[in-house]
């Protein structure tokens, strides 16, 4: 059956602390990711946001990359709109801190299909079982976003995940 190239795509909203990982993350799946980086006027943080795309299973993957800062939180609600799933990225050497573990809790109670990486495993003290007993009950990755180890295996786990059974065709 010809199946209409919509029905491929899949939309994935990266959620995570400003310095988690986020862009490490989506440009070691996509090389060819983009990235804006905005400067505020009075402030040296910036806002950032990134777009990426991976074919898996034969669909696209679109993953969009949300600002981490509390204060974008509308940029966030927006970017989220008919998301088909979400990741949230946790640097694993600092831990869970309260607006990702608060962001885990919302994604749960709306339903929204979610993992967890748990980034910088490559680095001394990360403790990706920390991050897991932290969330409780959440699917954790340990991951490295900068050499990559573990990072296209855990995205096809969760892909696999949200796919009906007879598109899970590598
Ligand atoms: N050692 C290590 N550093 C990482 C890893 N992922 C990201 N970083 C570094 O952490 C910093 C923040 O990463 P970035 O992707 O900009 O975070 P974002 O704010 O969540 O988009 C950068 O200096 C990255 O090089 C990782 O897996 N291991
Ligand atoms: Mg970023």
Redesign the pocket.
Known sequence: MYVQMEDRRLKIV?F?????????????LDPQSR?IEALEDDSPTTI?M?FGRVVLFRRVIYLF?T??QERFEFVRTILSRGMDGAIV?V?S?AGVDENTYNLCVWLKGQGIPYTVMA?????EG?DPQGVAAELDGATVHP?????G?NVLPALETFVRGLLPAEARIP
Do not use: Y
Not at 16 to 28: E, L, Q
Not at 119 to 123: A, E, L, P
Not at 143 to 147: E, F, I, N
């Open positions: 990266v995570g602390t400003h310095g988690a990982g986020k862009s490490t993350f989506i440009r070691c990235h950032s990134d990359g600002p981490g990225v640097d050497t980034n910088k495993c490559d680095c990360a991951v490295s976003a900068r050499d180890t």
